[in-house]
């Protein structure tokens, strides 16, 4: 006979074996399973600061709900057949939108809140500390074009946007260091932490944490997705605030997209002029699907309900359906607006269901864990009047990779008051598509030691470059342009080099003399 563990984690693998034991047995494991990871969470708390313990316990009964829930669903939480074909108004097109009149915008602004979810690290891209404190434009961080995008917007309107940062327990600490530079400009800082969570083994379903001292151990502890943005938002007294300020709508949306600036026209179909007499409570912003995005979330209407499917929540044999830029023409930009009190009406009412997603993590000891985690967007379904917005690419230009650090730098954008703006010299609004070895390019410093400066990419379509490869100063790419230091190689490419749809192979070192 299976041990009751096993069949769980047949599950969590992705093996839906067939039931060989009865389903009273299944539920008595799931609650021994819950049981004994309840138990478990006591334990931790016992080692607590007796002063954090009431915080903490409330965090890791929020916790332990997340796994309870985990346990009793089965399988992907979409059934294939049931999705229904978009309704004609669920996504709506930008183009179609109204700009505000000049005389309403203070007050269209007054009812707004920006936030920002700085909980990442910059590790994949080598760097130490939030990601949002990586440089990338004219020495400006990402939260420095924030903070620079809602000053001058609060200057030019005579308002008072204030912004949020969600951070986690690994960028707080910095964060909170950071922002107290701004404390001459006109923008009102306020920060919250979202949970942390424990990692559990897959092995045993418990917790791998000994103890609640984070910091000696911060390997056993996640922030658990930007889905838990509701609850820590509304636990720390941030949400009532803003309500009773009058706030109506919050924008939030990634902290390393450079493309998520706050947009009037939206603004005003929410709270201006154009709002419909029915509120629309929530807003994702979706964009047209390309070949690179076919990974990305997408709009469908389910059981009579705009939401958002995720590609974990595809059933195996219809991922390519799902990655189908013709039967799926959006896909999510993580640009969200919402309504403040509808976000504490589903609160109140306990009825914010998020999809769970299963994170699979092997740590660096070799330790195999599981994280809980949810995502913001998903709450779509639990709102009233929610709404898509079919907005231009250019409302999404997050910064993951240094081949997306490449473009931001580059001369394809203008900086304008904190915001990126496509240069009126390209020729059409699609950005190149741009691909840097792994090997010699993917963390920022290895990255810019390899550009004397960032090459003029106007006329640029596609860059591929493999390899050890340096550029000297004042290159021009145009077109397509392949190229490729096979090991062992180097290629240098001279100062003033214009390169257009060209492959260049081999050995071209360029020595001083």
């Known amino acids: 006979m299976s041990r009751p563990i096993d069949i769980l984690l047949e599950r969590v693998r992705g093996h839906q074996r067939a039931p060989s034991d009865s389903k009273e047995f299944h539920e008595l494991t799931k609650r021994d399973a819950l049981r004994q990871l309840e138990n478990d969470l006591d334990r931790l708390l016992q080692t607590a600061e007796p002063e954090k313990r009431p915080d903490l316990q409330f965090e890791m009964e929020r916790f332990a709900e997340l796994f309870g829930r985990f346990l009793q669903e089965e399988g992907p939480s979409i059934d294939w057949n049931k999705i229904q074909k978009l309704p004609e108004n669920a996504v709506k097109d930008y183009s179609s939108l109204k700009a505000p009149k000049n005389d309403q915008i203070r007050s269209m602004l007054d009812k707004l809140v920006v936030i920002k979810l700085n909980g990442g690290l910059g590790t994949s891209m080598g760097c130490h500390g939030p990601k949002s404190v990586i440089p990338v434009r004219s020495d400006l961080t990402f939260l420095d074009l924030t903070v620079q995008q809602i000053e001058h917007l609060n200057k030019t309107y005579d308002a008072n946007v204030p912004l949020v940062l969600m951070n986690s327990f690994n960028t707080d600490e910095d964060t909170e260091k950071i922002i107290r530079k701004y404390k001459g400009f006109r923008v009102q800082i306020h920060t919250f932490n979202q949970s942390c969570f424990p990692r559990i083994s897959r092995e045993s379903f418990l917790p791998i944490a000994k103890d609640f001292d984070v910091e000696k151990d911060i390997e056993a502890w996640y922030p658990p997705g930007h889905g838990d943005f509701y609850d820590t ?48 409570e929530f807003v994702m912003e979706v964009t047209d699907k390309t070949r690179a995005d076919v990974k990305g979330g997408t709009l469908i209407q389910f059981e009579d ?119 009126p010299q390209r020729m059409f609004p699609t950005t190149p598509l741009v691909k840097l070895g792994e090997n010699h390019f993917a963390k920022v ?37 392949i190229i490729i230091a096979n090991h062992g190689d180097r290629i240098d490419i001279p100062a003033g080099a214009i390169l257009e749809n060209k492959i260049v192979s081999g050995n071209m070192r360029i020595l001083d003399h």
């Open 233 to 280: 938002f509304r636990n720390s007294g941030l949400l009532k605030k803003f309500i009773d300020e009058g706030r109506e709508y919050c924008f939030l949306s990634n902290i390393d997209n450079l493309g998520a600036t706050v947009d009037l026209n939206i603004l005003n179909k929410l709270v201006g002029d154009e709002r419909d007499a029915k509120p629309v």
């Open 445 to 481: 410093k290895e990255f810019l030691g390899r550009f004397a400066n960032i090459p003029d990419i106007i006329e640029l379509d596609h860059l591929t470059v493999s390899g050890d490869v340096t550029f000297g100063r004042g290159v021009s790419l145009r077109g397509t342009v």
């Open 305 to 423: 309900k705009l939401r958002l499917l995720e590609i974990a929540q595809v059933p195996k044999e219809h991922v390519d359906d799902f990655k189908s830029v013709k039967t799926f023409k959006f896909f999510n930009t993580n640009n969200i607006w919402a309504n403040l009190s509808a976000i504490d009406r589903v609160l109140h009412e306990r009825t914010l269901n998020l999809e769970i997603i299963i994170n699979n993590k092997t740590l660096e000891n070799g330790l195999r864990v599981i994280q809980l985690e949810t995502a913001v967007g998903a709450a779509m379904k639990c709102f009233n009047g929610a709404l898509g917005i079919n907005v231009p690419r250019s409302r999404f230009l997050p910064v993951k990779k240094t081949s997306d650090l490449l473009l931001v730098m580059s001369n394809l954008y203008n900086l304008k008051n904190g915001s990126l703006v496509m240069s």
